[in-house]
């Protein structure tokens, strides 16, 4: 090898594509090119400095036949994000969809602008009413709180407008595929197979609960001694004042709110959207167990707020935690094995939710 030739080779540039990130087309497997064969752009610049070169670093190949020249950035150069099409939906396993980032950030998101509606709520009947018994008397109103529960939507419609980037025809349909709240190709019997695993699966659930509370309070008993645990159960919280205050037609709508609502929304944004986003860039394990753990963790934000004292804090934080984290483990586990369909799922987690009020309700009723 002569001199010549070495410092042809010391000075070799390795290009970082394989196609010409501004034309698309191939690049020639050619020592040292520097210019695109089409487009006449600096492709050696462009590796160099990630941005479009000047005018000046352009070649021109004949009469231009496309729009004017436009400076690139660095966000220009990256692949465009894949919009799904029809045949895309039928095979999400695939796809990649979004990141954990926005997995975790628009379940946030959703969670907090609820919230906010349902403060303003609030306010807005404190404000046209200043009798503090009146206030009371509404607020405690089994029925505001029925008509109040379908602002638990928010978490359907939040998730349903953020994933129309990730389709082609961000249609209703597709919307509701993309999450897995569809029936698309399912049969009568293929849906009827559905609602009994989901009802099955909800009466597995209040088993599953009641063991993990036994077990979890037998245990906290050992270790905090039996006054503070009694306590802090014999608490009335806001379900338990809601059921002694409502008679069997009250119940029913309750009943009803948890199975269309509740249930559903909840499913959506957590399983639907958030678990499916998290699996996809964490792997399936870590997706369920974090997802998990902020579905068990929002249900419990009401517990930080005036404890009366570190440990009352941290028994009742643990004696709700365990459940919640048990059912959740069990409807990412059904929602996974029945290959992201949310069918099953929301039916599990709406029946579980309406049981727990039946049994609660019987067992009030009783004393």
């Known amino acids: 090898m002569n001199e010549k030739d ?71 150069l990256r692949p465009p994000r894949k919009r799904l099409s029809q045949e895309d939906l039928s095979n999400l396993k695939e796809e990649k969809l979004w990141g954990s980032f926005a997995s975790i950030g628009m379940t946030a998101a959703a969670f907090l602008l609820m919230n906010s509606v349902a403060i303003f709520v609030v306010v807005v009947f404190v404000f046209f009413s200043f009798n503090l018994d009146t206030i009371y008397d509404i607020l405690a109103n089994p029925y505001l709180i029925i008509f109040s529960s379908f602002i638990e939507l928010i978490l359907f419609i939040v998730p349903m407008l953020y994933i129309g980037k990730y389709l082609k025809k961000p249609n209703l349909n597709n919307r509701l595929i993309l999450l897995g709240f569809t029936v698309k190709g399912f049969n009568n019997k293929r849906i009827l197979k559905e609602i009994l695993i989901g009802i099955g699966f909800a009466i597995l659930g209040v088993f599953l609960v009641f063991c993990v509370s036994f077990l979890i309070e037998v245990i906290l ?23 002694t205050s409502s008679d069997v037609l009250t119940i029913f709508w309750l009943v009803i709110i948890m199975i269309l609502i509740i249930g559903t929304s909840e499913e959506v944004l957590f399983r639907g959207f958030l678990q499916k986003g998290l699996v996809r860039s964490l792997g399936k394990n870590w997706g369920i167990l974090i997802t998990a753990l902020i579905f068990s963790s929002i249900h419990l934000i009401g517990i930080f707020f005036y404890p009366e004292s570190l440990t009352t804090f941290l028994v009742s934080l643990l ?10 483990i069990l409807l990412g586990l059904l929602y996974n094995w029945r290959k992201e369909n949310l069918i099953a799922v929301m039916i599990t987690h709406g029946v579980y939710n309406a049981l727990t009020i039946i049994i609660s309700f019987l067992v009030f009723s009783s004393f």
Not at 28 to 40: A, H, M, R
């Open 221 to 243: 008993t050992a270790i905090f001694g039996y006054e503070i645990v009694h306590n802090i159960l014999g608490t009335s919280g806001e379900v338990d004042v809601l059921i």
């Open 319 to 328: 004696l709700n935690f365990f459940p919640f984290f048990a059912i959740s």
């Open 6 to 76: 070495k410092i042809d080779n010391s000075n070799e540039i390795k290009l970082r594509w394989s196609y010409c990130p501004i034309c698309g087309t191939k690049i020639p497997e050619v020592k040292n090119i520097k210019f695109c064969t089409k487009c006449g752009v600096d492709l050696i610049y462009i590796n160099t400095h990630m941005r479009m070169p000047p005018r000046k670093n352009t070649i021109s190949l004949g009469p231009r036949t496309s729009t004017p020249y436009q400076p690139y950035s660095f966000r220009s």
